[in-house]
Structure formats: structure tokens, C-alpha cells
Nanobody, 127 residues
């Protein structure tokens, strides 16, 4: 079992930065890929970024590439996403998820690849 808790969301102005954290419990978390997804009001949940088990591989949605950076601290069992140059269209509930059945070295982009999800944290970017 893996339990995920997101934190770090909030209200920020356009151009600002936030760092989201995904803290995990469960002994297998450190061996699994982890992803971030987001869901804006009235829209489908979409992929944001993913990181392999050791941080050696990362993957980003085109819309956030160059602005967001995903990383993980295995000692703290935590995955982060640093979000810079935020735009109003980044406003959404952000979720982290763990993919316990996928290859450890992979960076899955599909929601169905992930089997454990956090409760989400709200990010609001004002114009």
C-alpha cells in the first residue's frame, strides 16, 4: 500500500513560483515512478510530469516544459514539482500518483498507468 499526500498549493500571481510536494508512506514508493497530473474546472485531468524511481529520467507535458521541474528526495520519500513562470492556465487541482506496476525506470504519462493517487492540492494563478 502507498499513501500520498500533496502540499504546497496556493494562490500566486502570474509569473510567480510554487513548489508542490508529494509525501509518501509505504516501503515500495522509492522504487516506483511518480507522476503529477492536474485538473482544471470543467476539463479532463491531464499529465504534467513524471519521474523514474531514481530520478534518472523525467518527462514533461509540452505546456509546462521549461517552466516546471520534477525531482525526488528518496531519503525523505518525497517527490516535488517546482513550478516557475506560472500562468493563469496553470490553475488547477494538482495530483501526484505512484505507478507501482510500471517499470521502475519508466516515466508513464497515462492516468491508467498509476494506481495510487493523492487527494490533490489547489493551485490558483491570478492574472
Amino acid at each position: 500500500q502507498v499513501q500520498l499526500v500533496e502540499s504546497g498549493g496556493g494562490l500566486v500571481q502570474t509569473g510567480g513560483s510554487l513548489r508542490l510536494s508529494c509525501a509518501a508512506s509505504g516501503r515500495t514508493f522509492s522504487m516506483n515512478p511518480v507522476g503529477w497530473f492536474r485538473q482544471a474546472p470543467g476539463k479532463e485531468r491531464e499529465f504534467v510530469a513524471a519521474i523514474s524511481w531514481n530520478g534518472g529520467s523525467t518527462s514533461y507535458a509540452e505546456s509546462v516544459k521549461g517552466r516546471f521541474t520534477i525531482s525526488r528526495d528518496k531519503a525523505k520519500n518525497t517527490v516535488y514539482v517546482q513550478m516557475n513562470s506560472l500562468k493563469p492556465e496553470d490553475t488547477a487541482v494538482y495530483y501526484c500518483a505512484a505507478a507501482t506496476t510500471m517499470a521502475a525506470w519508466s516515466t508513464p504519462r497515462g492516468q491508467s498507468d498509476y494506481d495510487y493517487w493523492g487527494q490533490g492540492t489547489q493551485v490558483t494563478v491570478s492574472s
